[in-house]
């Protein structure tokens, strides 16, 4: 559980003399001086996969149980240079569990969907296998089901799913439209998806999908990326003007 996880991480820091107080964070040899949740992340978190007492099953699990502790990005970030490092591959069972759990927790997700999306869905190596690890692989089950904590998962992976690849995603795309609950959070991937530096879509399928969302009426930016869709445009960056030319069409 991510309770025991998070344990886990304050026992292990404060091995290594860094400890929780009200102000914040201390290492007990400059005990006077406090620390921000982002120096212990920068200076410890990649410490994890350094601890041989550990099995690297353990470490990854340490990893995430210190993400959930510090709540801070670059947790991830050495979660990634140890899988993608001259010692990885990660174990991918573990790896991507931490990474389902996460988004499906109540509590906030910022974190992980951020790491989500600038590092494994803009990288092209590895954006097919995080996409399908993290939804993919099991989305006819989600829209099937429809738990609480599932749909939640979804939603965040398609919210921040604008950079992976149009072939990657569009099977899972074309599935959770049947869920409404996931309509909102297919909107925000299909703008992503033209408006990211590394966002990918293709206009006529891209279109036929937003046909099918029902959404408000006065969703910001909803009349916009139909036009720019209908006009068979790709990319934000392909036609920097098409999207100012929907917006000036938009409030006439």
């Known amino acids: 559980m991510i309770t025991q996880a998070v344990e886990d991480a304050r026992r292990w820091l404060a091995e290594w003399g860094i400890v929780e107080t009200g102000d914040g964070w201390v290492d007990a040899e400059v005990p006077g001086r406090p620390l921000t949740a982002n120096e212990v992340a920068h200076s410890w978190a990649g410490e994890v996969f350094t601890d041989e007492r550990l099995d690297v099953a353990e470490q990854v699990r340490l990893a995430f149980g210190m993400l959930d502790l510090l709540d801070d990005y670059w947790v991830t970030c050495e979660i990634r240079f140890a899988d993608r490092g001259s010692d990885g591959p990660l174990p991918a ?76 995603k569009q099977k899972t795309y074309d599935t959770a439209v049947r869920l409404p609950a996931l309509h909102v959070p297919l909107f925000k991937g299909l703008l992503a998806g033209y408006h990211d530096v590394y966002g990918d879509l293709e206009p006529t399928a891209a279109l036929a999908l937003l046909a099918r969302l029902h959404l408000p009426a006065d969703t910001p930016h909803l009349p916009e ?27 006439r």
């Open 225 to 251: 990326l139909r036009s720019v869709l209908v006009a068979g445009h790709r990319h934000h960056y392909r036609s920097p003007h098409a999207w100012d030319d929907a917006v000036r069409a938009s409030t």
């Open 93 to 168: 069972d573990v790896l991507w569990d931490g990474y389902r759990r996460r988004l499906e927790a109540a509590r906030d997700a910022e974190a992980v969907t951020y790491s989500l999306w600038v590092d494994w869905f803009e990288d092209r190596d590895t954006a097919a296998t995080a996409f399908a690890e993290v939804l993919g692989n099991d989305i006819d089950q989600v829209v099937e089901e429809g738990q609480d904590a599932v749909i939640r998962r979804a939603g965040r992976v398609l919210a921040c799913s604008g950079p992976v690849p149009w072939p990657v």
